[in-house]
C-alpha cells in the first residue's frame, strides 16, 4: 500500500469558545473540548485511511490551560504511526494571545482510530513516514503506548509487551 505523509491527512480546526460551551468558571467546558478532538481526530483518520474509521480507544488526554469564554483554540490532528488497521492521533490544543497572537498549549490528546469496511470488519491503512524530529519521536513511542492500550484493554498479555517491558529493563 502507498505510503502517506503526517502532513498529508493534518487537520486543524480552529473556532471560537462561545457563551454555552463553558462550565461555571467561564473556562471551556472538558465534553466540548472533547468533541472538537474527536472530531479533528476523526478527519485525520479518514483522510489518511480514506476508509470509515472508529475510535477505538482514548489513550491520553490532558487539559493544561483553562481556555476562557470568547478565546480562539486551534485543534491540531496528525497520524503519528498505523499499525495493520489502527491509526495513532496525535491531537495537540492550542489558544493564541489575543494582543500578540502567540501559541500557547492548552492541552494534547493520543487517540487510537481503526479503519472498517462497510461492515465494521477492520480492514488496512497505509503506513506513514514520519518527517520532522517531532514526528519520529511519536512514531517510536506509539508502539509502546499501542501495547499498553492493549493490555488495560485486556487484549494483550504483558509479558508479550516487549518494547513496552523494555522502558523499565533499564532502570
Ligand atoms: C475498534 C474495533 C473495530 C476493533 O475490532 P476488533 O474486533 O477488536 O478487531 P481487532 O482485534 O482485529 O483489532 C483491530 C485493530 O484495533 C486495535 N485495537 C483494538 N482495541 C484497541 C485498543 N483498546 N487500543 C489500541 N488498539 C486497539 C488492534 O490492535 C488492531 O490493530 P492493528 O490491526 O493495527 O494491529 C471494534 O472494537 C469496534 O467496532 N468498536 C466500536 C468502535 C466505536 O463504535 N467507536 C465509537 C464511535 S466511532
Redesign the pocket.
Known amino acids: 500500500m502507498q505510503e502517506k505523509f503526517p502532513l498529508d491527512s493534518l487537520t486543524v480546526l480552529t473556532d471560537l469558545v462561545l457563551p454555552g460551551e463553558t462550565n461555571p468558571l467561564n473556562n471551556l467546558f472538558g465534553g466540548e473540548l472533547l468533541a472538537r478532538i474527536d472530531r479533528a481526530a476523526?478527519i485525520t483518520a479518514r483522510r489518511h485511511s480514506r476508509r470509515i474509521c472508529?475510535?477505538?480507544?482514548v489513550?491520553h488526554v490532558a487539559f493544561n490551560r483553562a481556555i476562557p469564554l470568547g478565546a480562539v483554540v486551534t485543534i491540531e490532528a496528525k497520524v503519528s504511526r498505523?499499525?495493520?488497521?489502527?491509526m495513532e492521533i496525535v491531537i495537540d490544543v492550542w489558544t493564541e494571545d489575543r494582543e500578540s497572537g502567540i501559541k500557547n498549549s492548552a492541552g494534547q490528546a493520543i487517540y487510537?482510530f481503526?479503519a472498517?469496511d462497510d461492515t465494521?470488519n477492520?480492514v488496512p491503512v497505509p503506513p506513514v513516514v514520519p518527517q520532522t524530529d517531532e514526528d519520529k519521536k511519536r512514531f517510536e513511542a506509539a508502539l509502546r503506548r499501542?501495547q499498553l492500550?492493549?493490555i488495560?484493554?485486556g487484549?494483550m498479555k504483558p509479558a508479550d509487551a516487549t518494547e513496552l517491558k523494555a522502558l523499565f529493563a533499564g532502570e
Open positions: 476523526s472508529v475510535t477505538a480507544s489513550n498505523t499499525f495493520t488497521s489502527s487510537t481503526v472498517v465494521g477492520p499501542k492500550s492493549l488495560l484493554a487484549k
